[in-house]
């Protein structure tokens, strides 16, 4: 069971503010979700919980690129073939 103090631990640690109304709901909130949990620790596994690999990228492409023209078109102030922007310090 998780207690008052330990919320105002939690929110101290996530740098959340919680005030003195808003506690009882919170630790009641703590306590519900803590719950769930001891209800999924009681359940057996039957069968494995792991799960083949499966390669979700796609294959690598060679494609036609942008020419350094066709890139510069856009902006506004091309220097010596390449995008000018602004000094960033």
């Known amino acids: 069971m998780v207690k008052e103090s330990e919320v105002l631990h939690i929110a101290e640690l996530a740098d ?7 506690l009882g709901k919170f630790t009641e909130q703590f306590n519900s979700i803590i719950e769930y949990f001891d209800i ?3 359940l057996e596994i039957t069968e ?3 799960r083949p690999l499966v390669n ?3 294959e690598d492409e060679i ?6 023209e066709d890139a510069l078109k ?3 102030a091309p220097e010596d073939g390449y995008i000018r922007a602004p000094k960033v310090i």
Do not use: Y
């Open 16 to 22: 959340i503010g919680i005030s003195s109304p808003e």
């Open 40 to 42: 999924l620790d009681t």
């Open 48 to 50: 494995s919980l792991e």
């Open 56 to 58: 979700v990228f796609r």
């Open 63 to 68: 494609t036609p690129c942008l020419s350094q």
């Open 74 to 76: 856009n902006s506004h």
